[in-house]
Nanobody, 121 residues
Framework: QVQLVESGGGLVQPGGSLRLSCAASGSLFSIYAMGWYRQAPGKQRELVAAISSGGITNYADSVKGRFTISRDNAKNTVYLQMNSLKSEDTAVYYC???????????????WGQGTQVTVSS
């Protein structure tokens, strides 16, 4: 079972930026799709952004143009750059490793512990 460790969350003012990181264990990181999900209080967990093993990305409509997902296979790490943050982006953010290389294989049962992002003035 892969181990996923998220970091980079925190408190930020509306309009600000944060970059989340998710480090994965194991030597096969590059062949799997990765995704970022979030869960706000009282809401279901939702997909925010995903990236395939080949670098193809897709985003939730609510974050298009503001968030960017990327991966560094040499570091076994996936990132989520979040710009122009809004109060509605407040949530716990989780990363997930897919069951294969395409984003259709997300989510799997491999979740990190999550990192809290709070957007507030």
């Amino acid at each position: 079972q892969v181990q996923l460790v998220e970091s980079g969350g925190g408190l930020v003012q509306p309009g600000g930026s944060l970059r989340l990181s998710c480090a994965a264990s194991g030597s096969l990181f590059s062949i799997y799709a990765m995704g970022w999900y979030r869960q706000a209080p009282g809401k279901q967990r939702e997909l925010v952004a995903a990236i395939s093993s080949g670098g193809i990305t897709n985003y939730a409509d609510s974050v298009k143009g503001r968030f960017t997902i990327s991966r560094d296979n040499a570091k076994n790490t996936v990132y989520l750059q979040m710009n122009s943050l809004k109060s509605e982006d407040t949530a716990v953010y989780y990363c997930n490793q897919g069951r294969g290389g395409t984003t259709r294989t997300l989510p799997s049962n491999s979740w990190g512990q999550g990192t809290q992002v709070t957007v507030s003035s």
